[in-house]
């Protein structure tokens, strides 16, 4: 009998010792077919922009192709619900923006929880919201601005491309830091937004940069500050948010590479180092400067750390501005 268990604990071992590299073997294949990048967004924004160039890098460096899956709607929320329940394989992967963390709060009731229904695999970059305005407005500056709404509460008007967006969500943080009043009027879009601004009908804009600089290079729109802690290099003349008094305020929109919870940690830890090896190509730095932002390589944790900061700082604002998504 004793003999018998001996011999069955024995072929145990060695069929899982021979399992094992196999295992190891079919995992380290990955990907052995096209893998899909899913983004929220319609194609020709920044975060299509983003997704196009990091998914034309990794294709290149890991001979896979790498297909951007557009699927706009309900805030991006469809986008995310369909990673969510995607088979967490490594063949379907997000492209998230601050939608993802300020969605939590926006909808009730709470559509997902991005802590756990996703894993971080890598920060990307961000594009820095910029506060611009029609050239007949009133203020020049964020100085201005301030006096402006100060002197009249409630009276300057600014656009954005809708409720809970990621612009307005900033116009917000930026009254509460001024500690001025000022009346937001949504659009559906920023096409819309940027054309009314333009226009006269609303005199200041918050809007991200890549979206602003065409009216602004035609002197259609002056770009009074960048809210972020660098100067945009696209607009290298305007003075950051810190320099026109706000030290330490921040408000980008931010890119990162999300995928399905329980996606296996090699290919995770994988992707992760393909991305960063990404970041660090010149074509890279290059596209993603093009469209008003930055790369920003780092850990895997950085990003589970900024995702976790920014859910609760949108939950605050929504609650305290009483933020109704459209």
Do not use: C
């Amino acid at each position: 009998m004793r003999d018998t268990i001996s011999r069955r604990q024995a072929l145990t071992a060695i069929a899982a010792a021979a399992a094992t590299p196999l295992a190891a073997q079919a995992q380290g294949a990955w990907p052995e077919h096209p893998v899909s990048i899913v983004v929220g967004y319609s194609a020709g924004g920044a975060v299509d922009a983003v997704a196009r160039t990091l998914g034309q890098a990794l294709q290149k460096q890991m001979g896979q192709t790498f297909l951007v899956d557009n699927k706009p709607g309900a805030g991006t929320n469809i986008a995310v619900k369909y990673v969510i329940n995607a088979k967490p394989d490594g063949y379907t992967l997000l492209m998230a923006a601050n939608a993802l963390a300020a969605n939590m709060s926006l909808f009730q009731p709470q559509p997902f929880d991005a802590e756990k229904d996703l894993v971080p695999v890598a920060l990307i970059g961000r594009v820095p919201v910029v506060l611009a305005a029609n050239p007949g407005a009133p203020f020049s500056n964020v100085k201005q601005l301030i006096e402006a709404a100060k002197k009249k509460p409630n009276s300057v008007a600014f656009a954005s491309p809708g409720n809970g967006s990621t612009p307005h969500m900033a116009a917000e943080l930026f009254a509460r830091a001024a500690g001025i009043d000022l009346m937001h009027v949504p659009y559906k879009g920023g096409a819309q937004a940027i054309t009314d601004v333009v226009g006269g009908q609303v005199p200041l804009l918050a809007m991200n940069a890549l979206e602003v600089k065409p009216m602004a290079e035609s002197g259609k729109l002056k770009v009074l500050a960048v809210l972020s802690p660098q100067r945009s290099p696209i607009f290298p003349d305007v003075p950051t948010i810190a320099e026109s008094g706000f030290k330490g305020f921040e408000a980008s929109v931010w890119y990162a590479l999300m995928a399905p919870a329980h996606t296996p940690a090699a290919i995770v830890d994988k992707l992760h180092a393909e991305v960063q090896k990404a970041l660090a190509s010149p074509e890279v730095k290059e596209r993603v400067t093009a469209v008003g932002g930055e790369v920003i390589p780092g850990t895997r944790q950085q990003l589970a750390q900024l995702l976790h900061s920014e859910i609760q700082r949108y939950a605050k604002l929504v609650k305290d501005a009483n933020i109704k998504a459209d």
